[in-house]
C-alpha cells in the first residue's frame, strides 16, 4: 500500500493541470489515469479539478473539457472538441432547471396563497430556464455548422 502525502489544494490542480497539458495531442485522460499520474486520492482529485475549472481556465486562458462518451478529461486544441462538453452540460442544465421549474409551479398552485414569494420564483426559475435552452441551442448549432 502506498503512503498517501497531503497536498494542498493548488498543488492537486497544479499537478492535474500538468498532466492534462502533457497529453493534449494524446486525447486527455481519465480520472483514474490523472490519479495514477500525479499521485492523487480521489478527494485531492475532487478539491483539484474543482480548482482548475473554478480558476486555471481563466488563468491559462484554455477550456477543460470532459468527454462523458470517452470518460477523459482533456485540453482542447479546438472549438469542436470542447463543444462536446458544453452541449453536455448545457443539456443537462436544461433538465435540472425544467424539473425546478415544475416543482415550483406545483408549489406556487399548491400553497402560492401562503407563501407570495412562490409566483416570483416560478417565473424567475422560467426565466432561467428559457436561458439555459437557448444557450444549449446556441452550442449544438454552431456544433452542427463546423461538423
Known amino acids: 500500500m ?30 483514474p489515469e490523472i490519479m495514477a499520474a500525479c ?21 491559462y486562458g484554455q477550456p477543460l473539457a470532459y468527454a462523458p462518451k470517452t470518460k477523459r478529461y482533456s485540453l482542447p486544441e479546438v472549438w469542436e ?20 421549474e415544475k416543482n415550483l409551479g406545483a408549489a406556487f398552485e ?4 401562503d407563501v407570495p414569494q412562490l409566483r416570483l420564483l416560478h417565473r424567475s426559475m422560467t426565466r432561467i430556464r428559457e436561458d439555459v435552452a437557448e444557450i444549449a441551442a446556441l452550442s449544438h448549432a454552431n456544433g452542427a455548422r463546423q461538423s
Open 110 to 113: 399548491r400553497f402560492g396563497d
Open 81 to 100: 472538441q470542447d463543444r462536446t462538453w458544453v452541449d453536455f452540460r448545457a443539456r443537462s442544465l436544461l433538465t435540472q432547471t425544467a424539473r425546478v
Open 39 to 59: 499521485g492523487l486520492t480521489p478527494a485531492q482529485f475532487h478539491y483539484g479539478l474543482g480548482l482548475v475549472r473554478d480558476h486555471f481556465q481563466r488563468r
Open 2 to 31: 502506498s503512503e498517501r502525502v497531503y497536498r494542498e489544494r493548488e498543488e492537486s490542480a497544479q499537478l492535474i493541470w500538468e498532466a492534462l497539458v502533457a497529453t493534449q495531442s494524446d486525447g486527455g485522460l481519465t480520472r
